[in-house]
């Protein structure tokens, strides 16, 4: 169901194990670039992951068509600093998707460009708002 890339394209597959409440959890992907860089400013990268629904299956895809030039502040820092290896990222909201373990979660990225993925979960108890 899931294309293979276009030239100059790669594919990422993340299949997810089961979990007891899938609800309660949420992915995060990251896409973005490790990069030789001073470590006291923040750092972004241009661009944004879309979604797209695969024609027939309606299963959805995500894809980041080019990522953009490198941006961040510019705090002074020392020049003789040393430089650090950092992963940055896209700039922006977080792409939180459902966590779901019977389909797999398929990124379309530039070659050179990584993906990473990172898990978020929900206290099991909800908890109660007091009128004000």
Do not use: H
């Not at 990222?89 to 779901?100: A, H, K, Q, S």
């Amino acid at each position: 169901a899931f294309p293979p890339a276009e030239e100059g394209m790669v594919r990422y597959v993340l299949q997810l194990p089961q979990k007891m409440d899938e609800s309660s959890f949420k992915v995060e992907l990251l896409v973005g670039k490790t990069v030789r860089i001073d470590s006291q400013n923040r750092y972004f990268f241009g661009g944004q992951i879309e979604t797209e629904t695969i024609e027939g299956w309606g299963f959805p895809r995500y894809m980041v068509r080019e990522i953009g030039p490198l941006a961040g502040t510019l705090m002074a820092i020392d020049p003789d600093a040393p430089k650090v290896e950092r992963f940055i990222t896209l700039g922006g909201e977080p792409c939180l998707i459902r966590y779901n373990s019977r389909l797999p979660i398929v990124i379309y990225l530039p070659k050179g460009v990584e993906a990473r993925y990172r898990l978020w979960s929900a206290d099991g108890e909800a908890k109660a708002l007091e009128q004000g």
